[in-house]
């Protein structure tokens, strides 16, 4: 019974993980700019190669195998997808192949634990 469920839930996730890589190749193929581009087969064929090697390792389980070889490709891809995409951007903006991103504000409590003295008086439970 485990192996009917395990085949059928492949099969799903063979329809969910095409129907991904397809979005991120009419992304591909449809955005202008390079940044755009970039975006779709990255975030998009991830999560589809993702559900495609699941079906593998579905299918390998139903067979009463084991797929180490499915576990190792997707730990692979979702490490190396992110850091392959940083570097591609930051060609693009150093090459001034797109626009350069905005400066971001000046803002010095965005990653420390420093209140604002306005957020201070303003909040009911601050220490006095």
Request: proline share 8%; hydrophobic share 50%; with cysteine.
């Amino acid at each position: 019974m485990t192996e009917v469920i395990a085949i059928y839930a492949a099969a799903v996730s063979l329809l969910i993980g095409s129907a991904f890589v397809a979005v991120g190749v009419i992304g591909l193929l449809k955005f202008n700019d390079p940044m755009t581009r970039l975006h779709a087969p990255t975030k998009v064929g991830t999560v589809g190669i993702g559900m495609l090697l699941l079906a593998s390792i579905l299918h390998s389980y139903a067979n009463g195998e084991s797929s180490v070889h499915a576990l190792l490709i997707m730990g692979f891809l979702f490490v190396t997808a992110p850091v392959s995409a940083n570097f591609i951007a930051k060609v693009n903006i150093h090459r001034g192949a797109c626009e350069t991103p905005p400066t971001p504000p000046r803002d010095d409590t965005w990653s420390t634990l420093d209140t604002p003295d306005a957020d201070m008086d303003a909040e009911p439970n601050a220490p006095e």
